[in-house]
């Protein structure tokens, strides 16, 4: 990694804390909001807005450390992006929807829209470390500002927002800043752009600057192969093999992308991202 982007990416740090989950503040939105089916990821399946019969009466999961053990895969590889505490507390003042059951079916409405806005706000966070991109900074800055403004609205504000269109306008400044980046390897890059790579074999496979936005790597041989300014956004790495891959500088790869791969102690990872302690 170049000393400049190291600079910015400390620099950026600050900022990330308020998008990392810290379920000490949540109710366990993410417990009860969102629905699943029994599957390879849940042992079982629920409906949005049923609390998942793990769920303890002070919030804390009663399997946490045995999830994978029990079938719960799905559950360690979620991220909100801070997003519960933030309607736990700044949207909703601490309600508990336990003790305010008026509130609940809204606070689980709110929570997956202001999930997408935390998303965001991350991705633009990390465009911003990048100095190929600084062009585009000022524009960065303002959607940056503009997102945390809307994670701040009340709750009725959120449930009407278009959260789609909004992500429509950030994806494409995201991806202008894609191209600005990923064009420093100087060569033609590959376009896997959705592709599906499902089980592919990759090993020890150059892949610098290549897109791989919205691709399918489920399962993927990716040992030893070079990822750094490859286009990680919404790629799916379920089960990928990722040892001895090199990930230092990819663009806009995120933890639970990490969390549903396979990997070991020669992977190469981003500093903002955490080695996951299955692997």
């Known amino acids: 990694m170049s000393e400049k982007r190291e600079q910015a990416e400390a620099a950026s740090e600050g900022g990330r804390l308020g998008l990392r989950a810290d379920c000490e503040s949540c109710f366990a939105l993410c417990c009860v909001a969102p629905a699943f089916s029994a599957s390879a990821d849940f042992a079982t399946n629920k409906q949005a807005g049923q609390a998942c019969h793990n769920l303890r009466s002070d919030f804390r999961c009663g399997i946490h450390t045995r999830l994978r053990e029990q079938g719960f895969r799905g559950c360690t590889v979620y991220d909100c992006f801070g997003a519960g505490q933030k309607v736990s507390q700044v949207t909703f003042g601490g309600q508990d929807w336990r003790r305010a059951p008026g509130a609940a079916e809204q606070m689980f409405a709110v929570f997956p829209i202001v999930r997408d ?12 470390t990048f100095q190929p991109a600084r062009e585009l900074h000022g524009e960065l800055s303002l959607a940056l500002e503009e997102t945390e403004r809307l994670t701040h609205s009340s709750s009725d504000a959120l449930l009407e927002l278009d959260v789609a269109a909004h992500r429509r306008e950030v994806n494409a400044l995201l991806l202008r800043t894609s191209e600005l980046v990923r064009a420093e390897v100087g060569r033609k890059k590959e376009n896997h752009r959705g592709a599906d790579l499902i089980g592919a074999k990759l090993k020890g496979a150059d892949l610098r600057g290549a897109n791989f936005r919205g691709a399918y790597l489920i399962g993927a041989d990716l040992r030893g192969a070079d990822l750094r300014m490859a286009d990680l ?23 639970s992308q990490l969390d549903s791969a396979k990997g070991d102690s020669t992977t190469k990872l981003p500093s903002s991202l955490t080695r996951p302690t299955h692997w």
């Open 233 to 255: 956004i919404g790629a799916d790495f379920r089960g990928a093999d990722l040892r001895g891959a090199d990930l230092t500088e990819s663009i806009f790869l995120i933890q």
């Open 117 to 128: 806005l935390h998303e965001l706000l991350w991705y633009l966070t990390e465009a911003l």
